[in-house]
């Protein structure tokens, strides 16, 4: 992530590898952040054989409140990484209420 813990400029960021040989890093690109949030603890994993479906879930909790006031979120891309779609809240059920926290 980016940004300064626990202040609303906390941010998550993704960057993509390119391949071999010439392995470069992309540009990253904030692919979640709210206004009066902290987004914290970013997890990625694929779903699909070859990569393309990329799913991250992330917390989010108030600015200046801690870790007491995180929710989860979810994103995903069905392209690698290159493009995401916009956060969701995940509201499944036990995993619905504040406080909730990834690692």
């Keep these: 992530f980016t940004g300064h813990e626990g202040m609303s400029d906390v941010a998550i960021a993704v960057s993509r590898l390119g391949l071999l040989p010439n392995a470069v890093w992309a540009v990253p690109q904030l692919v979640s952040s709210a206004r009066g949030r902290s987004a914290q603890n970013p997890v990625l994993f ?6 393309a479906r990329v799913h991250l879930l992330h917390t989010s909790h108030l600015q200046d409140m801690g870790q007491g006031s995180s929710e989860i979120y979810h994103l995903m891309s069905h392209d690698g990484g290159v493009t ?7 509201t499944a059920r036990g995993m619905d209420r504040r406080g909730m926290f990834l690692r």
């Design 46 to 51: 694929q779903t699909s054989p070859l990569g």
């Design 84 to 90: 995401w779609g916009e956060p969701t809240k995940v």
